[in-house]
């Protein structure tokens, strides 16, 4: 370990009692990830009281609030393309014309998916692919206008992120080549899609940036650095990427120009599991080219980068760009998997300005307090004034808040039971984002795959 990582500087311990014992720790430099934001108001200092039992069975929501289901699969597309995708996964909302937002939203479906994307001619990568995208367009007052297949083919669409010129950049987190599970081209690369008129970017697989077991991108708005986190299951695990663009910020299909895909290195930390102090932070990070982006004959993580290795994280998942940096999150690490060290989650800084990475949220158990089952998933800013993190664990399955003075408190609780009386089961949240004004709360229940829009007093 480096020296810098010894040590937990401008350490801050933030810790409140939640619900059901929730708890979070900090360190000081989490608000910087608010500086300059919608979220940079000091409001929802304490979350908003508890969870009200659903009369539907569907979402618990606290007092005040209420949701409208917009979509839920198996039901009929708006566009008579066929029926909604199953598995909801990774979400953004853009804003449109006249008050108008529009929703892209991924389907996670491997090769056995339930209900597969529609295959629609133009919009198609692999016809063997069951995964992509659907776009809805809402208007003012939140009523679906519109819903339509946005990419299609594609397989595991896990994540993703949003650009500054306002695609949406699905990731497909597999890596199987033509010929495996029936695929007829290879897969593991990032689309781009529009959401408001899809037939402008087509089905176009940026291979410049990687072919890997993708989770999600941010993009650096000033300089258009695309970042790529990446959710390999086996050991070796997953690396954290940077693509620079030939044409950065160049906007919508730029980034088939290409570019140069590399690979962060830690000098000194192989695995970052094995770093548990909040705050710790690593100074000089290196960045090292890909050998082979299209990992034509080996996997990147298993590919050789040289003197210094690289460095590696067990499930690392949500990314997004929060004030001047990127922060990515592992949601959990398990010596049984073969990590070095265990922990429940955590939530990593990098400025690039500095070349600093920071550990800034650890989940327990080593916080004293913890989330109830474990791994913290998507994340996304809240214009509460802190953040909103989709859970991905078992048990009951819920949407959680946290404030900028650490408390976590419970947001919402998926109340669909996908299991039986006896041995009750609940899918994972997934797609946490918000309206363009703040307004609404967008998620996803990945199965049965449900999309919410949840109102209220968000900024009381």
């Known amino acids: 370990m480096t020296e810098s990582g ?21 360190s000081g430099a989490l608000s910087e990830l608010f500086a300059g934001t919608a979220a940079a108001q000091p409001l ?6 508890p969870l009200v039992p659903d009369p539907e069975g569907l979402l618990d929501l606290p007092e005040g609030f209420s949701y409208r289901v917009l979509s839920r699969q198996g039901d009929e597309l708006r566009s008579g393309e066929g029926k909604v995708p199953s598995n909801h996964d990774g979400m953004s909302a853009f804003a449109g014309g006249a008050g108008r937002v529009h929703l892209v939203r991924n389907h996670e479906n491997r090769a056995g998916g339930k209900i597969p994307v529609p295959a629609v001619e133009g919009l198609t990568y692999d016809p063997a692919g069951k995964g992509g995208c659907t776009a809805l367009t809402l208007d003012a007052r939140g009523r679906v206008l519109s819903e339509r297949v946005a990419i299609a083919g594609t397989a595991v669409n896990c994540a993703g992120g949003p650009t500054p010129w306002g695609t949406w950049l699905t990731c497909e987190e597999t890596e199987d080549k033509a010929g495996t599970n029936g695929y007829t081209k290879d897969h593991g690369f990032i689309f781009e899609v529009d959401p ?44 954290f990427y940077r693509f620079l663009p030939e044409k950065p910020l160049g906007g919508r299909g730029s980034l088939r120009a290409g570019g140069r895909l590399q690979a962060m290195r830690v000098p000194g930390v192989p695995d970052l599991s094995t770093i548990q102090d909040i705050g710790a932070e690593f100074d000089g990070i290196e960045w090292v080219d890909v050998p082979d982006p299209q990992a034509a004959q080996t996997p990147i993580r298993f590919q050789d980068f040289g003197r210094g290795g690289i460095t590696h994280a067990q499930k690392l998942e949500g990314c997004y760009w929060g004030g001047r940096s990127v922060y990515f999150v592992s949601s959990f690490a398990r010596r049984s998997d073969g990590s070095a060290a265990d922990h429940y989650g955590q939530v990593w800084r ?16 080593d916080t ?90 968000w900024r009381r």
């Open 368 to 457: 004293d307090l913890q989330l109830p089952g474990e791994s913290p998933d998507n994340i996304c800013l809240a214009p509460s004034g802190g953040l909103m993190v989709c859970e991905d664990g078992e048990g009951a399955q819920h949407v959680y808040g946290v404030t900028r003075r650490g408390k976590v408190y419970a947001m919402a609780r998926n109340r669909q039971n996908i299991g039986t009386p006896e041995a009750p089961e609940w899918g994972e949240f997934a797609g946490v984002t918000f309206s363009p004004d703040g307004d609404t709360m967008y998620v996803n229940c990945y199965n049965p795959g449900t999309t919410f829009a949840v109102t209220g007093p």
């Open 6 to 26: 010894r040590s937990a500087t401008r350490r801050q311990v933030l810790a409140g009692a939640g619900a059901a014992g929730l708890g979070i720790a900090f």
């Open 350 to 365: 990098y400025d690039p300005e500095c070349r600093r990475l920071t550990l800034v949220i650890v989940f327990g158990p």
């Open 196 to 239: 408001a008129d899809p037939r402008r970017t087509g089905a176009v697989p940026l291979t410049a940036m990687g072919r890997f077991q993708h989770e999600a991108i941010a993009v650096d708005p000033r300089r258009g650095v695309v970042y790529e986190t990446e959710d390999a299951f086996e050991k070796p695990f997953g690396l």
């Open 44 to 49: 929802g200092r304490d979350g908003y009281g």
